[in-house]
């Protein structure tokens, strides 16, 4: 495809960085500016217009990008001043506005990727500094955004740790090595003494939130080792904070098992195994790591109890994942162990640490019920195509999410959390959920059960 003409290029990210600026110009302290990113259809236009340009002329959309970024920073402080606390304020307001949409240019770009992109030596120094930039406001963005722009932090953090998930779909090594890296500064043996332990603790949870979308992908052996690292690198109990050590853990197992949960969902990489996408010794690499982490946070969790919350949705992800002999071994034992904890008896009382609290209690049977549907959707995804009988299919299902019912039922569940139970299934097993599900809650006395069966019958 021909190249636009260069006066062509440089006019539409003229429009795009008029646009830009116009949004800064307009943010102020006492307006919900973000609104304006999403109403403003000439914006949203022109952000989409990156992607065009960047097909054409990627030096010339990146090195614009990063020139606009310095020059506004500089303007901010030099118009708005910062002497007061209300001038300070604003400054900050606007520029987080620029960063938004440097953030979201950057998504636009990375959105287009293809290996081409290194061989260009302005995206090099782009990527570079964006990576840089990301990392620091997941670390620092807490501090340097006060809590009268709540909003408008939250907005730039999170759209910071989407780079990060962008990121590694490029090189998930390199945002593994940025990711240990700074962890290890802050928690590692080799970490500064003098720095206070609280906020090196803190700075690391922060860490570990910002890598809740990583991705991690397998389309060949490389992909599938690097997976298998980042599982062994990233494991929990490896990263230990000087003070309140279980938050940190608490915060790894969150990302991991948010990481891992699309891999439940489309049986990967255990269904391209079988296609023998994988030589037989990558596969093993990962089916090792997946069972090593599997029994570590298992022996984790049973010898402490305080982390069934964290501990015990990740353990069930790995379970999901494990090979074709370890889940037809685990999955039922798995079961059994929610079904106990959930009635608050037997051996997984034990291990649980079940106490009459109701608090606790309500806190377990909420854990509980997100694992079983998880297992519930790994069982579909993995077996659901090779059952041309459903009644086997729906056999076990019901089984596995019989005391979710019974709970649910009992008005022990909240529409919400109910809907939380119905709406993952919908897609992979819809006739279940119609028919032994939303049928069923449909009788009951409870209005919790009527109102989240109707919403999950709009979402059919």
């Known amino acids: 495809m021909a190249k636009f003409a260069i006066p062509a290029s440089d006019q539409i990210l003229r429009q795009f960085l008029q646009i830009s600026d116009d949004i800064i110009a307009a943010a102020t302290t006492q307006e919900d500016f973000l609104a304006c990113f999403s109403s403003n259809w000439k914006y949203g ?22 020139k606009w970024r310095q020059n506004t920073h500089r303007d901010i402080s030099q118009r708005y001043g910062g002497r007061t606390d209300r001038e300070r304020l604003l400054v900050l307001c606007k520029r987080g506005a620029m960063e938004i949409i440097f953030l979201e240019s950057a998504l636009e770009i990375l959105g287009e990727y293809d290996d081409s992109f290194f061989s260009c030596k302005e995206f090099v120094s782009f990527y570079e500094n964006l990576q840089q930039a990301v990392f620091r406001w997941l670390i620092n963005g ?18 910071s740790a989407r780079l990060v998930g962008a990121s590694s779909r490029i090189n998930l090594l390199h945002s593994l090595d940025h990711f240990i890296r700074l962890l290890n500064e802050r928690v590692g043996p080799k970490r500064d003494a003098k720095e206070d332990p609280n906020t090196a603790r803190i700075q690391s949870i922060r860490l570990a939130g910002g890598m809740r979308y990583v991705s991690l992908s397998f389309r060949d052996d490389a992909q599938l080792r690097a997976a298998a690292s980042f599982l062994r690198r990233a494991h929990p109990l490896a990263h230990t904070a000087a003070a309140r050590k279980s938050q940190l853990h608490h915060a790894i197992c969150e990302m991991l098992t948010s990481t891992l949960a699309p891999l439940v969902r489309q049986d990967r990489p255990h269904a391209l195994t079988l296609a023998r996408r994988f030589s037989p010794a990558a596969a093993q690499e990962w089916f090792s790591a997946v069972h090593a982490l599997r029994a ?8 402490h109890p305080k982390h069934i919350a964290a501990g015990y949705p990740l353990f069930t992800s790995l379970v999901c994942l494990s090979d074709d002999e370890a889940y037809a071994a685990g999955l039922d034992m798995t079961l059994e162990f929610l079904h106990k904890s959930m009635r608050g008896g037997g051996a997984a009382a034990t291990a649980f640490g079940m106490i009459s609290d109701s608090k606790e209690t309500k806190e377990t049977r909420v854990v509980c019920v997100r694992c079983l549907v998880l297992l519930a959707v790994s069982y579909v995804a993995r077996y659901g195509h090779a059952m041309p009988n459903k009644h086997e299919l729906y056999k076990w299902l019901e089984r596995a999410l019989r005391p979710v019912l019974t709970a649910a039922k009992k008005g022990s569940l909240t529409i919400q959390e109910q809907l939380d139970v119905m709406l993952p299934l919908i897609e992979l097993a819809p006739e279940f959920v119609m028919e032994r599900i939303i049928l069923d809650l449909l009788q009951s006395d409870q209005y919790e059960c009527v109102i989240a069966s109707l919403k999950a019958l709009a979402a059919i």
Do not use: A
Not at 52 to 64: A, K, R
Not at 150 to 159: A, F, G, I, S
């Open 296 to 303: 570590d946070i298992y022996q984790w969790v049973v010898k």
């Open 45 to 66: 236009k022109s952000l989409k217009s990156l992607r065009l340009l960047v097909e054409h002329n990627l030096s010339l959309v990146v090195e614009t990008l990063g």
């Open 142 to 159: 807490e501090d340097l955004i006060p809590n009268e722009l709540t909003n408008l932090r939250t907005y730039v953090v999170d759209t």
